[in-house]
């Protein structure tokens, strides 16, 4: 059995939406066991309007809400009883094995490193969606968010957690890593930039196939795009404007007269096709790496269905065993006597 | 008569759609006198194929060409009798009133800052692209790639320069201006964004409107994005790639069997319109802002068309008097008392 701890109560249609995908994420996974963190009462209502195995869903009580308003290290250390510090503290008490919540990231992020803790070797913690593309079978995009100013060596983890996170959750045995930049020759970018090319290309136990540009996200030949958590996390928002805006101009055109609105019900099942190719939410949410067990933030406007392949996702990190693939993988990096991630901590160190 | 000197010999398809560009861009503007810079011989044959006003042409034999890969500064010391090199010697001269080249963006920033120079009280020159969005207005963005590391000071000069633009070439009044951060708040962004932000507030002359994300340059409410030049670069190639990949898609899913190609068929106009909407080469190509004459680089891949929208571009820079609106609103902001640019430039001098 899986144990899934569910934040019920964050995101924008929560509860209503976290429950329904909880229960269709039951049904697809008979491994699965739920435990539903939020108010009691709002959730046996909610639950109330399915049938369901009950043997497999537990209810933890959390009245308390964090808003995606509050400042998340206040939030997390005074709301001790809010639905996702609740289920931080089920994962650390080993009452389960993951956590999925559509929460404030910040709460979710500041929950994560306080209560779990980081894995031994990994200097900061990443956020990592997985971005549609052209493939289909989508680019790993770390960090995207949780680490405004990074040192190069940073990124080198960003790499390797990335790397074990492809094969543990996705099956890609020696993913293409490349490095995002404003260029793909080797002098490209910042000084931290550059040495951070420099050392990934030294870095053992990973596919680095070397800088790639921004169009690569989405239309490359890598499967993980390493970042930045500032320039990731405004790579991510860019495509999803474009996303959005190219969707809104297709849905404009086709209603803009009764002839087109009528020739858009002969093509509907194409263009629901594209559609769910660029969906993000097939693509579950974004794993937050680095942490000593598997968590997994949904996008906080998540419906139903993304919201129960987050929680598929979250079984799939406990199934694969994510984080002693990651422990392994920087074990392996650091016992490698080229390790360039140990040599840039020794050097940064002696600057100090 | 607008003199445009134009890089004849630039980009992947030259110089066969510059040509042919050209040709389309005299046909629409009786004000056009075009000076081709490039291999004579060359130039006859090609304009030999088509029926054009002789009296507005003019070529001025330039038999070096300068490859993308070559290093900028050494270029254009070097091969001065690029097309490149001189279309900017013209320009220098008075013999034309602007610059379009679709050459190697490095070569065209360099020979554009030695041979030009800078309007005065401007700190760094920028690449600003328009982006197609929703609104089929499209946005400024700006920095794009032109400056990596960028002070407070630099981003304060792009939103100047680019509200001038906005209103000498595109007669958008009041422009709206954001700063690109990884959030709207305002202790979003690393230590220089956050004071870029705090001196954008005090900045006489512009409409800033605050931090906006990577989602509002195709889908915001502002005109002007203001950015550092690396994270430009980022947001302008993810939006690229996006872009390519759900066109890539959507191609994919009407051509998979013979009744969804019979389908499109029946959609053609819709998917075109669509197409439209979206494609950069309605959009012009970036301007090369802080010079003392207007310069657009046309984006290396330029078909007749997109080249032809650049050319005319260049004609509305001189039209709309595009260097006298960013002399005129840099001396407006300078001579406010509140003047951000000056204090924040006064105080880097003292820290030196």
Known sequence: MIKVAIDAMGGDFAPKEQIKGTIE??????????????????????????????SRVEIVHA??????????????????????????????????????SSGATGAVLT?????????????RPALCPRIPDFSGRGTLLCDCGANLECKSVNLVHFALMASAYAEAVYGWKN?????????????????????????????????????????DIMFGDVD????????????????????????????????????AKIRALTVMDVIKSVKKSADYETMGGAVFLG??????KAHGNSKAFGFSVCIAQAAGAVRGGLTEKISALLEKNAENGESAAEEAGAAEESKA
């Open 25 to 54: 994420a039951l049904k697809n996974d008979k491994e699965l066991f739920a435990v539903l963190c939020g108010d009691e009462e709002l959730l046996k209502k909610e639950l109330a309007a399915y049938t369901y195995d009950t």
């Open 63 to 100: 009245p308390e809400v964090i808003g995606n308003d509050e400042i998340p290290t206040k939030a997390v250390r005074t709301k001790k009883d809010s639905s996702t510090v609740t289920a931080f503290r089920l994962l650390k008490e080993g009452k389960a094995d993951a956590v999925v």
């Open 111 to 123: 929950a994560g490193v306080l209560t779990l803790g980081r894995i031994k070797g990994v200097s």
């Open 175 to 215: 993913a293409k890593v490349g490095l995002l930049n404003n260029g793909t020759e080797d002098h490209k970018g910042d000084e931290m930039h550059r040495e951070a090319n420099e050392l990934l290309k030294r870095t053992a136990g990973i596919n680095y196939v070397g800088n790639v540009e921004g169009r």
């Open 224 to 259: 993980v795009v390493v970042s930045d958590g500032y320039t990731g996390n405004i790579a991510l928002k860019s495509i999803e404007g474009c996303g959005k805006a190219i969707s809104g101009i297709l849905k404009r055109e086709f209603k803009k007269n009764l002839f």
């Open 291 to 296: 942490l000593t067990k598997p968590v997994i």
